[in-house]
Structure formats: structure tokens, C-alpha cells
């Protein structure tokens, strides 16, 4: 059973940086460099959006709304998945989290594996 879990949240002022960080465990014989890994967020009252994924062999895929702005990256040495957001806006609030599987879901919520979340708070 693959674990995920995010930490790196926190409460900003618009303009800001943070980078969330998400470390995989349990993945079992098969390497986590063979899973698809992507980041989603969920503000409260809306679905969950996938903002962005990321493959071990460096293809990306962003939400339009963070292009240009949030750069998603992994370690696969340290079974590590990566989020800098830059440019923060109050609509980035939302609960963060990271998701893994072995299938290709780019940013369609449908990820086998889910971290617990962490927060980001965006004030103006």
C-alpha cells in the first residue's frame, strides 16, 4: 500500500512563495519512479482540481490557472514529489494534496493513492 504524505502548507500574503513537499512510502518491489504523480487542491464548497502532474521522465502537465506561476518536480532517489508555487492569489486557497498511481491520470481525479493534504491560505 502505497503512503502518501504532504507537508508544506501554511498561511502567506498574495504574492508570496511556498513550496509543498510530499514523501511516498510503501510502494513495495515496484520503484517509485514507475508511478505517475500529481497535485490536487480542494477549496471548500468547489471539487477538486488537478493543478499539476508530473512522470519520472519529466513531462509535465499544468492547470491553466498556475501556469507560469507553480513548477512541479520529483526526487525519485528520495521518493520525493515537489510543488513551488510562486505568485500566490487569494483563490490559490484551497487544501493541497498529492496523488500517485500507476496509470497516467494527468489531472483527472482519479489517482489510486492520496495524501492527507495540507492547507494553503492566501490572504490579500
Known amino acids: 500500500q502505497v503512503r502518501l504524505v504532504e507537508s508544506g502548507g501554511g498561511s502567506v500574503q498574495a504574492g508570496d512563495s511556498l513550496r509543498l513537499s510530499c514523501v511516498a512510502s510503501?510502494?513495495?518491489?515496484?520503484?517509485?519512479?514507475?508511478?505517475?504523480t500529481a497535485w490536487f487542491r480542494q477549496a471548500p464548497g468547489k471539487e477538486r482540481e488537478g493543478v499539476a502532474s508530473?512522470?519520472?521522465?519529466?513531462?509535465?502537465t499544468y492547470a491553466d490557472s498556475v501556469k507560469g506561476r507553480f513548477t512541479i518536480s520529483r526526487d525519485n532517489a528520495k521518493n520525493m514529489l515537489y510543488l513551488q508555487m510562486n505568485s500566490l492569489k487569494p483563490e490559490d486557497t484551497a487544501m493541497y494534496y498529492c496523488?500517485?498511481?500507476?496509470?497516467?491520470?494527468?489531472?483527472?481525479?482519479?489517482?489510486?493513492?492520496w495524501g492527507q493534504g495540507t492547507q494553503v491560505t492566501v490572504s490579500s
Open positions: 496523488a500517485a498511481d500507476r496509470r497516467n491520470w494527468l489531472l483527472l481525479d482519479s489517482y489510486n493513492y
Open positions: 510503501g510502494y513495495g518491489y515496484i520503484n517509485y519512479f514507475m508511478y505517475y
Open positions: 508530473i512522470y519520472s521522465g519529466g513531462s509535465t
